[in-house]
């Protein structure tokens, strides 16, 4: 009788661990894109130089170990660690840096005064720079143009790197269009491969496009495409 009780216990804890393991990996996989999300649909009402930085102080206290605020930085930073662990995709990390401008003293404890975000592939293992990269650089001050985006081709025509940067006079539009991540990048197996994968918002709005040629280091640009 207590052979039959213990074997029938082992068999529903074996298919409790059976049925419970990939759950488990399910939101373990899918929680850092939820955040993500979350911490991108938060950032719509943060504008450079007119949000007071107390409030992306209060926003970093809701994300735990996702965050941290340090002295005039606060930094949000989410990472697809189990595919990677897993080897099912190359490691992927979505990146927010928001820097404080004038006096921490105030009411509002200063202004945000630089608001950066990033997606960043890489290879498995020690070997070789990044597989592409999206940067986006939203400052309070800067030269030329409000908007200004580029994208690098490798010689076999592939986005590897796109970057955005942006001012304070830049349009709602370009601002939306600067953040407008692709974090499927984060659960996607096999990973994502392109810049224009991470960042496909930019690509028709980019005012050039760098290609490196395959018979020469040196970068020949395109004409615009906007």
């Not at 929680?31 to 719509?44: G, N, V, W, Y």
């Amino acid at each position: 009788m207590k052979q039959g009780w213990r074997r029938r216990i082992a068999i529903e804890l074996a298919w409790l661990v059976v049925i419970g393991t990939p759950v488990l990996l399910f939101f373990l996989i899918t929680i850092p894109r939820s955040h993500a999300a979350r911490l991108l649909r938060e950032l719509k009402d943060v504008q450079v130089s007119q949000t007071q930085f107390r409030a992306v102080e209060a926003l970093a206290q809701q994300y735990g170990d996702d965050a941290a605020c340090v002295a005039d930085n606060c930094l949000f930073q989410f990472q697809n660690t189990w595919l990677h662990r897993l080897r099912l995709a190359p490691r992927t990390e979505f990146t927010v840096m928001v820097r404080r401008h004038l006096n921490p003293g105030d009411s509002g404890g200063g202004q945000v005064g630089i608001l950066d975000l990033a997606m960043l592939v890489s290879p498995n293992g020690d070997g070789g720079g990044a597989i592409a990269s999206a940067l986006v650089f939203e400052h309070m001050t800067g030269d030329g143009a409000p908007w200004n985006a580029s994208i690098t081709l490798d010689p076999g025509g592939r986005a590897v790197r796109t970057v955005v940067e942006l001012s304070p006079q830049a349009s709602l539009g370009h601002r939306r269009e600067a953040r407008s991540f692709n974090l499927a990048c984060l659960t996607k197996l096999g990973g994502c491969k392109s810049s224009r994968e991470l960042l496909r918002g930019v690509w028709d709005s980019a005012r050039r496009i760098q290609s490196a040629s395959k018979n020469s280091a040196a970068s020949t640009t395109l004409a615009a495409v906007h």
